[in-house]
């Protein structure tokens, strides 16, 4: 669809009607909004009975504002519920991940009852290594197997993982150790991108010079080559794990046990280290997975493109998946390893039927052109799926047409690191989709969007999005620091958790997400958001991304500059940049207002991004701004914010 009729479509029809033949089979239907509705709590006490328990529960919610209790004196075991539970149905020779290597000729294919095996050797083998109930251990590896296996071991034992990105620096590393006193790391010798070795041990050799706590690291080969070795304290996964027994008796931990924390930025330079429990997480991590995505296990090839450094790994390449005993495919590359159609491939090949990624992935696919989909047979997939920031109404269309082939629900899910599972997203089947909007809060969740005062805006009105009610997968805190955590979700509007992020109801009353907050830019008293101004930018055809930032100005408060790469096979490459800057700024004053009309454009190839993906708006505000650089070390490229400041040092400022 052309940009014109893009937007002739938006304002005449605004949004496709759930498709009649998807909701005949899909897992949720229409009255579950109203059941949910009418008793919150017990309806998500009626989820629960998702998870196999040892001892089920009698309490649901035990809420002492902002600490909540889910499902308090039940007990159970997570690793059971993923695994032992479907070996003992008779679903062990179900395939669990079809797992494809960086380089194109790794791929493996693991069952159900194999993971068990896996997991109860690294179960076995960590508890030789000293690994005990409650334990934090570090995990730092890439997008291998032997991560899920460490994951669920960690979890059998009652121990605490703490993923941290195999992105993150030594430096990231060691102060994610030493803030929740990791005495165990697995790891790996290095890892592949686009087919190149990379190593990962050396960042472990440093980081643990600060941390004197550690005792054992565990280390996967994944590479080859040499690595150095502290004797005593380092072990060859190979030599530690497979000569132990394939059986562990799991024990059982109470519902409120710590089962996971993962590490997020906060609005302050240190991360905040977001814990969650068992019980309550697991519970709605099963759930989302089954209602928002529609899984059929028996049918099924799902494909969550993410990374187990970040939540969504964890909550839907892990825990909501296997659970529901779905198979799935897990991928260790980069979108373009082996080609810029990989992914394309990839789907081909698997015949993947749920796909679930990012907008910024999208967008760089969308980039590369829709003939390298059109080369291959996608018409297994029936549903698609984006999180992690808005998407616009473009991207969005361009996934429904040249991936989903117009058949395809998208889900676009809401959630953060702190809600531990989706909590606002379309379901397929019964719910109307809109380009770009969330929609709804799922059935047994309470959002509201509040102005200044806390007071709910009405239809058509933005503001601040909040969480009404306690839900099971919400963070019990923050690690260490329960103060902070009342502060930053729970201060702001007494008694509703604040997300920190901008959101606007429709005219029909649906919900669209606007990023956080803190991008939100006041130029000459008129509030804008940054992604408002953004969609515009990316909404003219010429353009692929664009980072918007309010940098501070004299005349206006804040003015608007914005960072801007063009689509390689545009015409307007040849053009000359100043032309091209001066339509994009009339375009977005056209599409939102005079007032968005960008003060400077800078054109560049490519954008700051951190290694999940995500634009570094940060940077590009002390760009913008002219001041000195803050941390760039999570950046895939730190050598691009140099190239941006210098364009922006040669490039025209409008008054206009
Ligand atoms: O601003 C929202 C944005 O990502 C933030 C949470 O980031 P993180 O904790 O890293 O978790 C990402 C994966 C769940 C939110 O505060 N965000 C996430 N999903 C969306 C989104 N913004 C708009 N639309 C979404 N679907």
């Known amino acids: 669809m052309t940009e014109a009729k893009l937007e002739a479509w938006l304002d005449e029809t605004r949004s496709f009607a759930p498709s009649p033949e998807f909701a005949k089979q899909a897992n949720a239907q229409p009255t579950i909004y109203a059941e949910a509705e009418a008793d919150p709590v017990s309806w998500w006490r009626r989820q629960a009975d998702r998870l196999v328990w040892h001892k089920e529960p009698t309490n649901t919610l035990e809420w002492d504002l902002p600490f909540a209790k889910w499902f308090s004196d039940g007990t159970l075991n997570a690793s059971v519920n993923c695994l032992d539970r479907h070996v003992a ?33 690294t179960a076995n083998a960590l508890t030789e290594l000293g690994v005990k109930t409650g ?97 005593g304290r380092d072990h060859w996964w190979h030599e530690t794990i497979d000569h132990q027994s394939t059986s562990h008796t799991p024990e059982f931990f109470p519902s409120e046990h710590t089962m996971l924390i993962m590490y997020t930025s906060g609005t302050t330079a240190k991360p905040k280290g977001i814990f969650h429990t068992t019980g309550g997480y697991l519970t709605q991590v099963a759930t989302t997975y089954n209602q928002v995505f529609d899984v059929k296990p028996d049918t099924d090839t799902c494909w969550t493109a993410a990374d187990i450094g970040w939540i969504t790994g964890h909550s839907y390449i892990i825990y909501g998946p296997l659970i529901n005993g779905v198979t799935q495919v897990m991928y260790e590359g980069l979108p373009d390893s082996g080609g810029k159609d990989r992914w394309w491939k990839i789907i081909e090949k698997y015949k993947v039927t749920i796909l679930y990624t990012a907008p910024t992935t999208i967008r760089t696919l969308m980039k590369w052109g829709s003939e390298l989909p059109k080369g291959h047979d996608l018409t297994s997939l029936r549903l698609l799926g984006s999180v992690g920031e808005p998407i616009n109404p473009e991207a969005w269309m361009w996934y429904r047409e040249n991936i989903g082939g117009n058949r395809c629900p998208i889900v676009d899910t809401w959630w953060q690191t702190e809600t531990g599972a ?28 509040v102005d200044n005062d806390g007071n709910s805006v009405g239809n058509g009105e933005g503001g601040y999005l909040v969480i009404t009610h306690p839900w099971p997968a919400m963070t019990r805190g923050i690690y260490g620091d329960p103060e902070r955590f009342k502060e930053t979700y729970w201060a702001r509007f007494p008694g509703k958790y604040f997300a920190g992020d901008g959101a606007k109801r429709d005219e029909d009353g649906d919900l669209w997400l606007l990023g956080r907050i803190d991008d939100v830019m006041n130029i000459s008293g008129h509030r804008l958001s940054t992604t408002e101004v953004e969609h515009a930018l990316v909404g003219h055809p010429a353009v692929a991304e664009a980072a918007v930032v309010g940098a501070s100005d004299d005349t206006t408060g804040q003015a608007i500059v914005a960072f801007v790469t063009l689509k390689l096979t545009t015409d307007d490459q040849g053009k000359d940049q100043a032309e091209v800057i001066e339509e994009l700024r009339q375009h977005v004053a056209k599409v939102i207002s005079p007032i968005a009309r960008p003060r400077q454009i800078i054109l560049t190839p490519e954008l700051p991004k951190t290694r999940s993906g995500k634009i570094m708006r940060r940077l590009l505000r002390d760009v913008a701004e002219n001041r000195k650089l803050g941390d760039v070390t999570t950046l895939t490229d730190p050598t691009v914010v140099n190239m941006i400041s210098e364009l922006m040092d040669t490039s025209v400022t409008s008054d206009e």
């Open 89 to 121: 149905n008779g679903k062990g020779d179900k395939v669990a991940y079809h797992w494809v290597g960086d380089p194109e000729q790794d791929s493996r294919t693991i069952t159900y009852k194999e993971l068990l095996d896996l997991v109860c050797q």
């Open 135 to 231: 334990d934090r251990v570090a995990v730092y590896m890439p997008m291998i197997p032997e991560a899920v296996v460490t994951m669920l071991a960690i979890v059998r034992l009652g121990a605490v993982h703490s993923v941290v990105f195999a992105g993150f620096s030594a430096d990231a590393l060691s102060s994610r150790i030493l803030d929740s006193d990791c005495q165990f790391v697995v790891t790996a010798d290095g890892a592949f991108r686009r087919g190149t070795a990379a190593p990962l041990k050396p960042a472990v050799d440093e980081a643990l010079e600060s941390c004197p706590n550690v005792k054992a690291v565990l280390v996967v080969r994944r590479t080859g080559g040499e690595v150095k070795w502290v004797d």
């Open 422 to 449: 989706i909590l606002i997203s379309p379901l397929p089947g019964i719910t109307a989709t809109k380009p770009g909007a969330a929609m709804k809060p799922l059935p047994g969740i309470g959002v509201d969007v």
